[in-house]
Nanobody, 115 residues
């Protein structure tokens, strides 16, 4: 079973930056998709950014130009650099990884950007 542990969330003022990290461990097969999702109170979980094993990236329109996703295949890590944070970025951020056996989710890390 693959486990994911996120870190790096916290409280940051508008305009500030945070970097989220996600470490995959356990029984890991070939990882394909790695991504970050977020869920704000009262809203559905949404894709923030994703990166394929070939390195191609996808971003939600709301974060394009501000967030950058990257992965470190050798260490089974995925990162989300978040710059120019806005109050609407406040949410629980979840790491997601898809390998040959299935899709896995982390427990989430809270990001708060007060208005």
């Amino acid at each position: 079973q693959l486990q994911l542990v996120e870190s790096g969330g916290g409280l940051v003022q508008a305009g500030g930056s945070l970097k989220l990290s996600c470490a995959a461990s356990g029984r890991i097969w070939r990882i394909f998709h790695m991504g970050w999702y977020r869920q704000a109170p009262g809203k559905q979980r949404e894709l923030v950014a994703a990166v394929s094993n070939a390195g191609s990236t996808t971003y939600a329109d709301a974060v394009k130009g501000r967030f950058t996703i990257s992965r470190e295949n050798a260490n089974n890590m995925v990162y989300l650099q978040m710059n120019s944070l806005k109050p609407e970025d406040t949410a629980v951020y979840y790491c997601s990884v898809q390998d040959t056996l299935g899709t896995y989710w982390g427990q989430g890390t809270q990001v708060n950007v007060p208005s």
